[in-house]
């Protein structure tokens, strides 16, 4: 019997292969333990509004039942009793701002959902309060899982997943887009192996570290070519100013103009939900694929890469 975790099922398929199987996973990184501290540091606080008005019968109760060669186990954050007598099993989360803001329009995570419906098959309970708080703000938010419906997605999901292992086939299983990205994931290098870093040691390190360092020299000195280019266009301006023109023509030839142009642009944050949505379809895609380059002690520099698509590098 193969025993899954509940918090689990609704996550990556792929993910859970993996685990299964016992293949080797990257140790989560500080970011995400991080988070997943501070989520069990703000469960006491949640639970305390969630709760009003139920009896607590007990605090984190274990669950535990099979579907089909699966035992699927958990933890309820807390287990309570309404008025009318009906068991409630509720579950606290700590959200970020888009997170949240998704689960305020109702448009909870899957994986969320697919938790406490094991919860509420696992304790027998009448329904469930699923209660978010959002992390670094004020926002609070709640659903209640009256059928859990779910549960049909989990069996079919972990059937599919059934028949991956007996065939050793992860690409038996849909290759979902993960709601956290597959970055941060702790089976990135299965999915995508040429995202596992090689290290180059010995003189093909050395030749490596050459060009870094020469990319970083130049760097700087196109930091400072630019910053005087500033400087210079910053002193030309101001004769300008001086002069009350907007041209400038020196004896020895060349030109100094202001140049006025304007653009008009989409403001798509003001663009209401409803009218995005029926540009969907006109969206045109594009690939492109660049190389950044980390030199050593620069943000970035973690050995893997671009990471996030941010700041740094050459
Ligand atoms: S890398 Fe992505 S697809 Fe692969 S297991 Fe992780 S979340 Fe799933």
């Not at 984190?60 to 309404?82: I, K, N, P, Y």
């Not at 409630?88 to 329009?105: I, N, P």
């Not at 202001?258 to 403001?267: A, C, G, H, I, Q």
């Amino acid at each position: 019997m193969l025993t899954v975790r509940a918090s689990e099922v609704g996550g990556c398929p792929r993910l859970l292969y993996h685990k299964l199987r016992g293949d080797e996973l990257e140790e989560p990184e500080g970011a995400q333990r991080r988070v997943f501290q501070e989520g069990q540091d703000a469960e006491e606080s949640i639970l305390a509004w969630a709760c009003e008005g139920l009896e607590v019968v007990s605090r984190q109760q274990e669950v535990s039942f099979d579907l089909d060669e699966f035992r699927v186990t958990g933890h309820m954050d807390a287990l309570c009793r309404d008025n009318q007598g009906s068991l409630v099993v509720v579950e606290a989360k700590l959200m970020g701002k888009e997170r949240f803001a998704r689960a305020a329009e109702d448009n909870w995570p899957q994986q969320i959902l697919d938790q406490v419906a094991c919860y509420m098959y696992g304790a027998s309970a009448q329904y469930a309060l699923i209660a978010a708080q959002e992390r670094n703000g004020e926002g609070r938010a709640t659903k209640t899982l009256i059928a859990p419906a779910e549960l049909q997605n989990i069996l079919f999901d972990l059937s599919l997943l059934s028949a991956a292992l007996e065939d050793a086939n992860p690409d038996l299983i849909e290759w979902p887009l993960s709601e956290f990205g597959c970055q941060p994931c702790p089976a990135r290098f299965h999915c995508y192996p040429r995202w596992r870093p090689w290290y180059a040691v010995g003189e093909e390190g050395a030749l490596v570290a050459g060009k870094l360092h020469t990319l970083a020299v130049v760097a700087e000195a196109q930091a400072k070519l630019a910053a005087r280019e500033a400087e210079l266009k910053a002193e030309l301006a101001a004769i300008l100013d001086a002069h009350e023109t907007d041209v400038l023509k020196p004896e020895g030839g060349g030109t100094v103009r202001w140049v006025e142009s304007t653009r008009r642009t989409l403001n798509q944050k003001a663009i209401p939900q409803e009218i995005k949505d029926q540009l969907e379809p006109y969206y045109k895609e594009s690939w492109s694929r660049h190389l950044r380059v980390f030199p050593p002690g620069q943000k970035g520099d973690d050995g893997e890469g671009d990471a996030d698509g941010g700041q740094g590098g050459v």
